[in-house]
């Protein structure tokens, strides 16, 4: 179906369409998105602790790394750590006279959003630990309780109502930002798309197809958010808004 | 390291930079203030202004700025050829060019994001202001500009910083249409002297020392904007 | 506390090994971004074109498993001395600047470049024709090292675009006045707009180099001796023309 500017039979299913060329990036970005975001929330969650009761070295550390992540551009962190991160891999391990670790292509941009992300989470988690009140830890220690036990038991489940807008934020933030993945070439939507833009020369069709898919994605990401939101904030004043 | 390739691009590099900066503060502008009638209107308005507003945020946030750029670049771009005498009108300038482009793109990102942070601002402003300005017979437009537009702005303020580091962060992605800031004039000296790591760190450092400047120019602004009790 | 973060790191650790640890295979880099007739991505997915043939025929010659690794042309050298892929299949002229931070094969094409623009326009080769006008080429190409040599002086702007394509586009919708890239290249784009024409073959042996090669590492000397073994043998047994003659009518391979 030709509309004048825009040609919507490009977006079809089957070949020559290219709607599951489409989808199967979408796919690629949920993948990377998924490993992105679980990778962001590990380091963030460590970062976290350290920031509040790691030892100097590590805090000094970390503080370097969320101030410079947040600072520079994800675009240039992407390259440097996509060229650097794997750079540095294989040079140790030449050094030892193994070959070069394939890092598959998903893997990388999980790797490269994820290292970005964790320097976000920290400071979300970093946010959301402090505000727990304190007496919950003190009754904690009162008790008894291991740091082990008090970290599952106390700070976890107070920390993520708190932290709940922050890391949903940081999910959406995770899904738009693997379109940069595309720059290095990096097989996700928006390289599908300039791709299918490029051979058939519809831009303007493949474009406006990539928007509704992310815009997708989001709204259902939203939806999804508020339940968990509500799931986590059960109990709490307020909880049902 | 090598670092011998710096002094002949120091002056490309500084052309970057300024590019880089006026791509900021254009967009910022420009996106402030097309920000405050989006964020105002959602607040106040009529359902249907209300409800584009809304959708034109839900669009610019829930869509990757990238995307947003290509498609406002090569999607209208491929639709030149059809429109006849494009090229002798008065438009064709701003049209051939690559950087009005990102401005208008990064311009309407500002404005999506900012929208619903003045929303925000509208909406927390106390109703105790509002009404003693009616009372004292303050017009709707009068109110707005002597009461509710700035203690909005008091109140989103650290936003508003905040989104001048995120545009900021966004500046670098006009160098994929040909737009030659700073990160652009990093790109063509990784390609014309195959050092992978120099440029990147360096412009890397370029981008930390403006989110200084950024940074401690909004905390001056803040100190000396007067806070609400 | 400390416990259950190492837990966490070793398996995450693991689970990355897992799956990224690498068989024995040849990674060989080409670029993302479509380069018909040499290689462009069809609706269903599949890499195809003159090259990615060419290439699958030279790897079986060697007898390695290859695995086409689509990367950004502008990062595909620093891929390569990074240890992110083994080899540039990618249409890459040798050229001395190159061969100072790569090694590369024998030849396995050569075309020359040309000038297009639109054929209304009276632009040629001559920089002089070129006075205030745009001219658009890819980035990190021989084409733009001409342009830049060349041009620069008459030329209102050279911009150089990351992808092959998105120069054309450009030149369609009239931002740029010509653009300067492979003849073959070309072949699609002139045949879908009639509009626009070759305006020049441009001959420069220093700028253009002699002909595309596979990238390799300096160091990979072995690997270079088998590809080298390998083309020499494709085109000896008549494969390389069997597969040029699906593509091209005349000789792509140039003067031996």
């Known amino acids: 179906m030709d509309l004048g500017f825009i040609d919507l039979s490009q977006l079809a299913y089957s070949p020559p369409g290219r709607g599951a060329l489409l989808l199967s990036g979408l796919l690629a970005t949920l993948q990377i998105a998924a490993g992105a975001f679980i990778l962001g929330l590990t380091i963030g969650f460590g970062g976290a602790l350290g920031k509040l009761y790691g030892p100097s070295p590590l805090k000094w550390f970390l503080e370097g ?56 989470a920290t400071e ?20 008894g309780m291991s740091s082990t036990m008090m970290l599952r038991r106390i700070v976890a489940p107070a920390m993520m109502p708190l932290a709940i807008p922050g890391i949903a934020n940081l999910w959406l933030i995770v899904l738009k930002d693997t379109a940069l993945l595309a720059v290095i070439g990096s097989i996700e939507l928006a390289t599908r798309t300039r791709q299918a833009g490029a051979t058939t020369r519809e831009y303007l069709t493949f474009y406006l197809a990539a928007l509704v898919l992310y815009l997708l994605l989001t709204l259902v990401s939203m939806y999804a958010i508020r339940h968990v939101e509500r799931y986590f904030r059960r109990g709490l004043r307020g909880a049902n808004s | 390291m090598v670092w011998d390739w710096l002094p002949e691009y120091l002056p490309r590099l500084a052309e970057g930079v300024w590019i880089t900066i006026q791509l900021l503060v254009i967009s910022l502008t420009i996106g402030t203030v097309l920000s405050v009638p989006i964020g105002l209107v959602q607040v106040t308005g009529p359902r249907i202004l209300s409800w584009m507003a809304l959708s034109f945020c839900t669009l610019i946030r829930g869509t990757p700025l990238l995307i947003q750029l290509w498609l406002v670049y090569y999607g209208l771009g491929s639709l030149f050829p059809g429109i006849p005498g494009l090229r002798e009108s008065f438009l064709w300038p701003y049209l051939r060019d690559a950087f009005p482009y990102a401005i208008f793109a990064f311009s309407l990102s500002v404005a999506g994001y900012q929208g619903e942070v003045m929303r925000a601002g509208f909406l927390s402003v106390s109703k105790g202001e509002l009404e003693a300005g009616k009372a004292f017979g303050m017009g709707r437009w009068t109110l707005l500009r ?84 | 506390m400390k416990n259950i973060i190492g837990k966490l790191a070793i398996s995450a650790a693991a689970v990355a090994m897992a799956t990224g640890i690498a068989s024995a295979e040849l990674r060989v880099g080409l670029d993302t971004a479509p380069y018909p007739p040499f290689a462009e991505v069809d609706a269903s997915g599949n890499q195809t074109g003159f090259e990615i043939e060419l290439g699958e025929a030279v790897c079986e010659a060697m007898g390695e498993t290859c695995v086409w690794t689509p990367t950004a042309w502008d990062g595909i050298i620093p891929a390569l001395t990074s240890g992110k892929i083994d080899a540039i299949f990618a249409s890459m002229s040798i050229t001395e600047e190159r061969a100072k931070v ?8 050569n075309t020359p470049a040309v000038l297009v623009a639109p054929k209304s326009s009276d632009i040629t080769e001559d920089p002089a024709s070129l006075d205030g006008k745009i001219v658009g080429v890819q980035v990190s190409t021989t084409h733009a090292n001409y342009a830049q040599a060349k041009f620069s002086d008459t030329a209102d702007s050279i ?53 595309v090669g596979v990238g390799l590492r300096k160091e990979d000397t072995e690997l270079l001796e088998k590809f080298n073994a390998a083309i020499a043998k494709v085109r000896a047994d008549g494969t390389y023309d069997e597969i040029a003659s699906k593509y091209f009518d005349f000789n792509i391979y140039g003067a031996e």
């Open chain 1, 65 to 120: 790394y969320t101030t410079i992540v947040r600072a520079v551009p994800e675009l240039v962190l992407i390259l440097l750590v996509f060229y650097a991160g794997s750079g540095l891999v294989n040079e140790v391990l030449r050094s030892f006279g193994q070959r070069p670790i394939d890092i598959n292509a998903l893997l990388a941009g999980i790797v490269v959003l994820g290292f970005v992300m964790g320097a976000y």
């Open chain 2, 146 to 229: 002597r009461i509710w537009m700035p203690r909005a702005f008091q109140n989103v303020l650290p936003t508003l910083g905040n989104e001048a580091i995120l545009t900021l962060k966004a500046t670098p992605l006009a160098a994929t249409i040909t737009v030659y800031d700073v990160f652009g004039v990093a790109t063509i000296i990784r390609q014309e002297t195959f050092r992978i790591y120099e440029p990147l760190l360096l412009i890397a450092g370029i981008y930390i020392v403006i989110t200084l400047i950024l940074t401690l120019l909004y905390r001056w602004i803040e100190n000396r904007v007067p806070r609400p009790a």
């Open chain 3, 102 to 109: 790569i090694a590369f094969s024998d030849k396995y094409y």
């Open chain 3, 159 to 211: 911009k150089t675009y990351p992808a092959f394509d998105e120069h054309n586009a450009d030149l369609v919708a009239g931002r740029v006045d010509a653009v300067v890239g492979d003849s073959l290249a070309f072949s699609d784009f002139l045949e879908a707009n009639p509009d626009f024409e070759v305006k020049a073959q441009l001959n420069d042996d220093a700028i253009f180099g002699l002909g």
């Open chain 1, 124 to 143: 979300v988690m970093r946010g959301a630990i402090s505000s727990i009140p304190k007496g919950q830890i003190e009754a904690g220690r009162a008790y």
